[in-house]
Nanobody, 125 residues
Framework: QVQLVESGGGLVQDGGSLRLSCAASGRTFSNYAMGWFRQAPGKEREFVAAITWSGGNTEYADSVKGRFTVSRDNAKNTVYLQMNSLKPEDTAVYYC??????????????????WGQGTQVTVSS
């Protein structure tokens, strides 16, 4: 089992920045690729960003490329999502997720084994 706890969400103005953190506990964190997803009211949960177990490869949704950066610190069992130039359409609950041994597509929700409880990000216009 892997337990994931997100933090760092909040209310920010259009153009502002936030950094989300996801702290993992349980099994060896470095065995897991990590992803960030988000879900806005009335919408499907969608892929935002992903990072491999080593941190050597990252992927981003087109809507956040150039604005968001995913990183991880395996010594701290934590993955981060730095969000800059935030827009009102980024408003959602953000979830981190763990995918064992890089198995499956980083873009697909079903490839992830464990999920956090989510943290709310609200961007005001």
């Amino acid at each position: 089992q892997v337990q994931l706890v997100e933090s760092g969400g909040g209310l920010v103005q259009d153009g502002g920045s936030l950094r989300l953190s996801c702290a993992a506990s349980g099994r060896t964190f470095s065995n897991y690729a990590m992803g960030w997803f988000r879900q806005a009211p009335g919408k499907e949960r969608e892929f935002v960003a992903a990072i491999t177990w080593s941190g050597g490869n990252t992927e981003y949704a087109d809507s956040v490329k150039g604005r968001f950066t995913v990183s991880r610190d395996n010594a701290k069992n934590t993955v981060y999502l730095q969000m800059n130039s935030l827009k009102p359409e980024d408003t959602a609950v953000y979830y981190c997720a763990a995918r064992a041994y890089n198995v499956g597509s980083p873009f697909s929700k079903v490839a992830y084994n464990y999920w956090g409880q989510g943290t709310q990000v609200t961007v005001s216009s």
